[in-house]
């Protein structure tokens, strides 16, 4: 007697839908075995029914209102691949925990803004919502978090959580082309939106980071807690001087459970090249993640496409086709506890200061002023070649210092005659 089907009604058919409908057939024999069971596909929704998605949907019914498919389908489990924290994606998968189904979903903005609520609703009627597919895309992070490493206090979690970051970090050091210029060159690859402040400003790093951070600490899961800082004012200028200096700047997410609270933050870091996360590069996600027990370990791949994220979403659908599952969250959502904020002001880093200076004498001396004023101490400064009566760059490094002293120091660095543009300043991270 063959086991009774796991029956499936999947909402978007687009990159990542089309691809999951297409290996569900292909490989039907393969996770049917894993599965103990078939997943069947019975149901699909998208916008427009005419697109041509090549892959056969002929054998589905075709639902023109994907929420109305999520609360009516004769079906054991919702996917949702349609996007968005609110709207229709919202609407299917409320609609569909709302009728007693499972729910798997690729859906970082909705899990970083509703994940709570959601969890909550999944959990008080005994269903489950998985998302694999939201952190990372194809790296199998939320499951080596929340089960890889059960047995581990997590303290910490870093990672390269958005590829068209790292795209456009990597190509402007390869290249030693600007910002402007290799952004332009990620949008017409098709690694960047139209619009890519989403990315360039570290909301998608910071949606997935709030995800991981709620598993790691059990903490509710908040993106309005992740400070953020993007990319935009990294310049070819710092990606030389970094290199001088054995750097690598990456945009990374780091989550801490520190004496002084939860650290969450997407900002540009200086790392040593040869560390871990320093050697990724291009597209590629990295999460590096110190568990108590374990130590450090480090998860590489792709963070996006179709297929890397339909692995994601397949292997949540053999999870629950098996009759596998966890808390949401790794813990019963009753059970997630607010814990305080570190303060950004009293985290400690070592620091690179760029600053766009007037070549003539005595400039230095005012900067290392400041500095000391505050009780910031000067590790190294680098100047290339001189030109007196024009602008040049002069880098320094700073000694480890409470991030509140180092903005002290700035705001009487920036009123200095002699600086000439907005100072930089990039965390290096590790010292
Ligand atoms: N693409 C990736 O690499 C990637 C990686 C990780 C996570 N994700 C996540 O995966 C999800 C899907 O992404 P995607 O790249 O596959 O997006 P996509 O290519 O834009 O596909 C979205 C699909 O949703 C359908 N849709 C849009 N509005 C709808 C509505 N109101 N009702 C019903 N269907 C609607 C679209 O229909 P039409 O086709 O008819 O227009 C399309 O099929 C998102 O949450 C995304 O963040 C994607």
């Not at 949008?187 to 990315?199: H, I, K, T, V, W």
């Not at 570190?342 to 070592?350: D, F, I, K, T, Y």
């Not at 004023?373 to 000694?399: A, F, N, T």
């Amino acid at each position: 007697m063959s086991a009774k089907p796991l029956k499936i009604a999947v909402a978007g058919l687009g990159t990542v839908g089309a691809e999951v409908v297409r290996i569900l057939a292909a490989d039907a024999g393969l996770l049917t075995a894993r599965a103990g069971r078939p997943i069947q596909v019975t149901d699909v929704s998208a916008r427009n029914r005419a697109k041509d998605r090549g892959v056969d949907l002929s054998a589905y019914t075709w639902h023109d209102d994907a929420a109305q498919m999520a609360a009516n389908a004769d079906v054991d489990l919702v996917v949702e691949l349609v996007g968005g924290a609110d709207g229709a994606a919202h609407a299917v998968v409320r609609n569909a925990l709302a009728a007693g189904r499972h729910v798997v979903t690729a859906n970082k903005a909705m899990l970083a803004k509703h994940g709570v609520a959601l969890a909550a609703q999944a959990e008080d009627g005994g269903r489950i919502l998985a998302y694999e597919a939201a952190v990372a895309g194809g790296i199998p992070v939320v499951k080596a978090l929340r089960e890889g490493l059960a047995g581990n206090r997590v303290s910490g979690i870093s990672g390269i959580l958005n590829g068209t970051c790292n795209f456009i970090l990597t190509t402007m050091r390869e290249t030693g082309r600007s910002f402007g210029d290799v952004l332009k060159e990620a949008q017409d690859l098709g690694y960047a939106e139209a619009d890519p402040a989403f990315d360039i400003d570290g909301n998608d790093a910071g949606q997935k980071l709030a995800i991981m951070a709620s598993i790691a600490f059990g903490i509710p899961v908040d993106e309005q807690a992740v400070y953020l800082e993007g990319i935009t004012s990294v310049s070819a200028d710092d990606i030389a001087f970094a290199d001088e200096l054995g750097y690598r700047i990456k945009l990374l997410g780091i989550a801490r459970q520190t004496d002084a609270g939860i650290e969450q933050r997407v900002h540009p870091v200086m790392i040593d090249r040869t560390a871990p996360l320093g050697q990724i590069e291009g597209v590629t996600n990295a999460v590096q993640l110190e568990g108590s027990a374990v130590g450090s370990i480090v998860l590489t791949g792709p963070g996006a496409g179709a297929g890397a994220t339909a692995s994601s979403v397949l292997s949540d659908l053999v999870d629950i086709a098996a009759g596998r599952s966890s808390p949401t969250f790794g813990i019963p959502h009753g059970q997630l506890r607010k814990l305080p904020a570190a303060p950004l002001e009293r985290l400690v880093s070592a620091f690179y200061l760029r600053l766009m200076v007037w070549d003539k004498p005595g400039v230095i001396a005012n900067v290392a002023g400041a500095l000391g004023r505050h009780g910031v101490s000067l590790e190294s400064v680098l100047q290339r070649g001189r030109d007196p009566g024009e602008v040049v760059p002069v880098v320094m490094v700073l000694h480890e210092c409470e991030e509140r002293a180092i903005r002290a120091s700035l705001s009487e660095i920036e009123q200095l005659d002699s600086v000439a543009e907005k100072p930089t300043l990039i965390r290096i991270a590790g010292r």
